[in-house]
Nanobody, 124 residues
Framework: QVQLAESGGGAVQAGGSLRLSCTYS????????IAWFRQAPGKEREGVSC????????VYLDSVKGRFTLSRDNAKNTVHLQMNNLKSEDTAVYYC?????????????????WGQGTAVTVSS
């Protein structure tokens, strides 16, 4: 069974940066993807970004394009979400999830296996 663990959340002021990491195990790299989701208080969960493990192709939510960068390090079984120029509306619990069908359009991501989540708080 695929296992995932997030790290790197915390509190930062608007305009600052954070890097979230997702360490995975037992992930079939040939056809799977790792996606990041977030859920803000009182809001529905939304897909933020997704990376295809085989070729590193990525998709992003429009509101984070140009600010967030998703990358993978298959040798270290880790995916990183670099978040720059953070805004108060980025405040949420961030989850990484494995999708065994790859990345689709950002708003259709579902996730088959999930991490526990890590909180990000951006103060203005």
């Amino acid at each position: 069974q695929v296992q995932l663990a997030e790290s790197g959340g915390g509190a930062v002021q608007a305009g600052g940066s954070l890097r979230l990491s997702c360490t995975y195990s037992r992930l079939p790299l040939d056809y799977s993807a790792i996606a990041w989701f977030r859920q803000a208080p009182g809001k529905e969960r939304e897909g933020v970004s997704c990376i295809t493990m085989k070729d590193g192709s990525t998709v992003y939510l429009d509101s984070v394009k140009g600010r967030f960068t998703l990358s993978r390090d298959n040798a270290k079984n880790t995916v990183h979400l670099q978040m720059n120029n953070l805004k108060s509306e980025d405040t949420a619990v961030y989850y990484c999830a494995a999708d065994l069908t790859g990345c689709g359009p950002i708003r259709t991501l579902i996730g088959d296996y999930w991490g526990q989540g890590t909180a990000v708080t951006v103060s203005s």
